[in-house]
């Protein structure tokens, strides 16, 4: 049995390393990251779980979805692998082809790996952060939002008309 606790960062990313220095094989082609220049870190996503950036050669994880499921390896080796799927699928059919196309999920399900789409950071206990921040100069609630909104606080305003006494005021912006 290979570990699957980590207590650092530091011990996953030797699991990681591991991984990325093991042959890939799809349609009698073979991929072995490491071997072929690619490299990993931890980064500070929060929108996205991991990322692979074809032009560094660089496969990066979220480093707060890493120590969010710390002791999940199934979890965060399902999301190595998909990155991984991205690069071996831009090795055989080039850039254009490396998305989340049909050869991709191909490639991504012979590695392995089920999350063979987009991925959802709810799921892995990410909390996308709030790029609006509005309060209710009533009664001070406080509102975060991914888009602009206009109006105002609907404790406050009694009902769904618009009271401009309790116009909710924006008051943080995290872009
Ligand atoms: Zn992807
Ligand atoms: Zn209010």
Same mark, same amino acid.
């Given at each position: 049995m290979e570990r699957t606790k980590f207590s650092t960062l530091d011990q996953l990313k030797d699991q990681i390393t591991k991984e990325m220095h093991k042959d890939y094989f799809f349609n009698g082609e073979v991929f072995n990251p490491l071997n072929e220049g690619w490299w990993f870190q931890f980064d500070n996503g929060t929108r996205r779980m991991g990322q692979c950036s074809i032009h560094l050669k660089r496969i990066s994880l979220s480093r707060k979805m890493c120590e969010l499921n710390m002791n999940r390896w199934d979890l965060i080796e399902d999301i190595l692998l998909h990155e991984l799927a991205h690069a071996f699928t831009e090795k055989i059919y080039g850039k254009e082809s490396s998305g989340h196309t049909p050869q991709f999920r191909r490639i991504a399900k012979s590695m392995g =790996? =089920? @999350? @063979?789409g987009s991925m959802i950071p709810k799921s892995f206990g990410l909390r996308v952060p709030y790029r609006y921040k509005y309060r209710c100069p009533g009664c001070g609630g406080t509102w975060e939002r991914q888009k602009k909104i206009e109006g105002s606080c609907r404790a406050c305003s009694g009902s769904n008309i618009y009271d401009p006494k309790f116009k909710l005021v924006l008051v943080d912006e995290a872009l």
């Open positions: =790996s =089920s @999350l @063979l």
